[in-house]
């Protein structure tokens, strides 16, 4: 994956103050050239203290006017759109409240939004001079559900006819059982039909999704998986006709990224890897070769399963392990299953409606000092674990739950005791959904590209944050620049840096890429 991340020329810090918390971004540029970007002072992630904060650039985000507060009774998640005759909008997640600006952003006149009842909205797509669309996602009931760890959220699209003053809901864009669909971002293409990428909210690595409609968010498709894994995305064309997506990267190596592709190009699940100081890609195979600590950790998200108690899967491997500690190497179907130079150690899930129940450690042999063709297979709650072609072991597993969803190869968390030599000689997965049109198979084999080659390919990285927490970097917003290059904004946790505290550490930060950079 290409990544600027170090390249300090590229980022400018907006906004960094010691006591505050700053975040979730939007940026628009407006007709004069001139940069406004609005974002949320918070005193922490889940905050007690919000404000609004606005900032304008007169010279393409080399610096900023100082620091305005535009509320500070209440913000969440502000958007910013700039209309075609010269007015900006901000988008506030709290009333919602709709913030006017007729001059550049030096002046704002606010009003609320009627008749909405859903919150992170999108930045708004204007139909006509009085009538815009909008989106915004809330989660349906209380009960907290297993196999999505929260209760499903319904992405409702709205309309309003007189200038955000009141809004109705239109329709429905996404509520599905076992795929927590929100905080979407929705485009008009050229051929006027409007795209939609939304964030997937399992932690399963499952991929964002995209809908479109054809009839200005009066229906909606079904959901596509995308090759991108991550939250809050915020996607629009580039004047190449490109689409262009900056996003929190979830995947296994997190951080701010982006995407540039074709619509075709952005279809279609595509492996995420963590592997920053390993592996050795040779003709033989994958060679990893670690030691202690999380620096050589290598690990790849496969397609997880998006519903197990109809899917079929199956994940094989030809390995061979000379030395390994407890989470040196494993694949991960249903459960761990942790493979050691002599023995496959896995644990049988813990069962939550018996605390008393712990989870109980059992193993396998294994042939030493030899290539080890490892298979599990998983169908209605039960994998099967075989050897060379031998069924070795039959687990059960909670067929309706999160934890069984992933599919991963390569180091298990916690990153302690992976010291590992070992080698991937093939990896294969099939998967079968009744509700897919085709089976989803995937293979790599000695020879190949690193298996996640094909993300990286089109996916830049802006800002590396894999030691920070996933709430604390990556909201984004992003526009054009009158050379044709990007200006992005997010907030950025700074993991790796002294002073860090999970969900009380994050700035705002400014980055400038072009297309050239993806190559």
């Known amino acids: 994956m290409p990544s600027i991340s170090d390249n300090a020329a590229r980022h400018t810090v907006i906004d960094r103050r010691p006591g505050h918390y700053l975040c979730f971004p939007d940026v628009c540029i407006t007709k004069t050239g001139r940069l406004v970007v609005v974002y949320n002072e918070y005193d922490q992630h889940v905050a007690t203290r919000r404000a609004l904060v606005v900032r304008t650039s007169d010279d393409l985000g080399d610096t900023w006017s100082p620091v305005r507060l535009l509320r500070t009774d209440m913000s969440h998640c502000p958007r910013i759109t700039a209309l075609e005759d010269g007015h900006l909008v901000i988008g506030d997640d709290h009333g919602p409240t709709f913030l006017w600006s007729a001059d550049n952003g030096e002046t704002w006149a606010a009003h609320k939004g009627g008749g909405m009842a859903h919150g992170l909205i999108d930045r708004l797509i204007q139909l006509d001079t009085n ?166 950790v290598v690990r790849y998200a496969l397609r997880p399963m998006t519903d197990p108690r109809r899917a079929k899967a199956r994940l094989e491997a030809d390995i061979r392990v000379d030395e390994a500690g407890p989470n040196g190497v494993a694949m ?91 080698t991937w000689h093939s990896i294969r997965l099939r998967m079968d959904d009744p509700a897919w049109p085709a089976p989803y198979e995937w293979e790599w084999k000695a020879g190949d590209p690193l298996p996640d080659a094909d993300a990286a390919r089109s996916i830049l990285e802006l800002k590396n944050d894999r030691e920070a927490n ?50």
């Open 470 to 519: 996933p709430g604390d970097f990556g909201y984004s917003g992003w526009v054009t620049l009158p050379d044709g290059s990007f200006y992005c904004v997010y907030h950025h946790g700074a993991g790796d840096e002294p002073g860090y505290s999970p969900g009380k550490s994050a700035h705002i930060i400014g980055t400038r890429f072009s297309e050239k950079d993806f190559a």
């Open 131 to 296: 009538t815009f669309l909008t989106t915004g996602h809330q989660h349906r009931g209380t009960h907290s559900h297993p196999a999505i760890r929260q209760a499903p959220p319904e992405q409702m699209v709205y309309i309003s006819e007189n200038r955000c003053r009141t809004w109705k809901a239109l329709s429905v864009m996404t509520f599905l059982r076992n795929l927590t669909l929100c905080e979407a971002s929705m485009c008009r293409m050229p051929d006027g039909r409007i795209l939609s990428i939304q964030r997937e909210n399992s932690f399963v690595y499952e991929p964002m999704y995209v809908c479109q409609s054809t009839d200005n968010g009066q229906t909606w498709s079904d959901p596509i998986p995308t090759g991108l894994i991550g939250h809050r995305p915020t996607m629009n064309l580039t004047p190449s006709g490109k689409l262009l997506v900056t996003y929190r990267n979830v995947g296994p190596d997190r951080g701010t990224c982006a995407w540039l592709g074709s619509e075709d190009e952005l279809y279609g699940f595509r492996v995420h890897g963590y592997a920053p100081g390993n592996p050795e890609n040779t003709a033989d195979g994958l060679k990893v070769d670690s030691e202690e600590g999380p620096e050589q």
């Open 332 to 422: 991960r179907l249903g459960v761990w299953w942790r493979i050691l130079a002599d023995r496959i150690v896995f644990d049988a899930p813990h069962n939550p409606e018996n605390e008393t129940d712990e989870a109980v450690t059992s193993f396998v042999p294994l042939p030493t000092n030899r290539t080890n063709t490892i298979t599990i297979k998983y169908a209605n709650g039960l994998c099967r674990l075989m050897v060379n072609g031998r069924e070795k072991a039959a687990l059960p597993v909670p067929a309706d739950n999160a934890d069984t969803r992933p599919i991963i190869v390569g180091s298990p968390y916690p990153f302690e005791n992976n010291r590992v030599r070992c």
